[in-house]
T-cell receptor
Framework: GDSVTQMEGPVTLSEEAFLTINCTYT??????LFWYVQYPGEGLQLLLK???ADDKGSNKGFEATYRKETTSFHLEKGSVQVSDSAVYFC??????????WGAGTKLIIKP | EAGVAQSPRYKIIEKRQSVAFWCNPI?????LYWYQQILGQGPKLLIQ????????DSQLPKDRFSAERLKGVDSTLKIQPAKLEDSAVYLC??????????FGPGTRLTVL
């Protein structure tokens, strides 16, 4: 079945460091891919998405590129801030419009 | 446009009691989802509605959980009786014939 694997956390970085959170997927067909973010005590917010191969999703300085050849959708940001501390979830949407989730990666940014 | 609304935001109950959660999706969104998110884990889909019909409830523990969406708009999720392991955040999401889901703030349930 469809699945998503993302790097385990927590990931701890200093402010202004470069961020990469790895995400790979297994799916039949060509799913849409998403990154969601969950700030402490809050619900899930869509961070960015990509619907087809080679698409790049971007938002708030974060980027991820849909790589069909490596079945990956890694999240990157050039310079992280303390306010980026949150849990990040990679997900794909299957043909039934259901999200298949990764386990989440907790990001901690130290000033 | 207004987002997905959920209530209550927090609920504390004793085990074996019953509890109900309410969700009002974004106007016009035909698909509604209920998720259970246990601390430190990703969301687990409990049930998916399309209008007022159930698309998938394969992971809903039907001996104690029930959900309805009678008029194809708002929805209620009920747990009766609650167990300690039901302590979690219950998330509601909606979508409109697309793969993007919009989430409400969630209800944090604590079962003592």
């Amino acid at each position: 079945g469809d699945s998503v694997t993302q790097m385990e956390g927590p990931v701890t970085l200093s402010e202004e460091a470069f961020l990469t959170i790895n995400c790979t997927y297994t799916a039949t067909g060509y799913p849409s891919l998403f990154w969601y973010v969950q700030y402490p005590g809050e619900g899930l917010q869509l961070l960015l998405k990509a619907t087809k191969a080679d698409d790049k999703g971007s938002n708030k300085g974060f980027e991820a590129t849909y790589r069909k050849e490596t079945t990956s959708f890694h999240l990157e940001k050039g310079s992280v801030q303390v306010s980026d501390s949150a849990v990040y979830f990679c997900a794909l949407s299957n043909s039934n419009y259901q999200l298949i989730w990764g386990a989440g990666t907790k990001l901690i940014i130290k000033p | 446009e207004a987002g997905v609304a959920q209530s209550p935001r927090y609920k504390i109950i004793e085990k074996r009691q019953s509890v109900a959660f309410w969700c009002n999706p974004i106007s016009g969104h035909a698909t509604l989802y209920w998720y259970q998110q246990i601390l430190g884990q990703g969301p687990k889909l409990l049930i998916q509605f399309q209008n007022n019909g159930v698309v998938d409830d394969s992971q809903l523990p039907k001996d104690r959980f029930s959900a309805e969406r009678l008029k194809g708009v708002d929805s209620t999720l009920k747990i009766q009786p609650a167990k300690l392991e039901d302590s979690a955040v219950y998330l509601c999401a909606s979508s409109s014939f697309s793969h993007e889901q919009f989430f409400g703030p969630g209800t944090r349930l604590t079962v003592l």
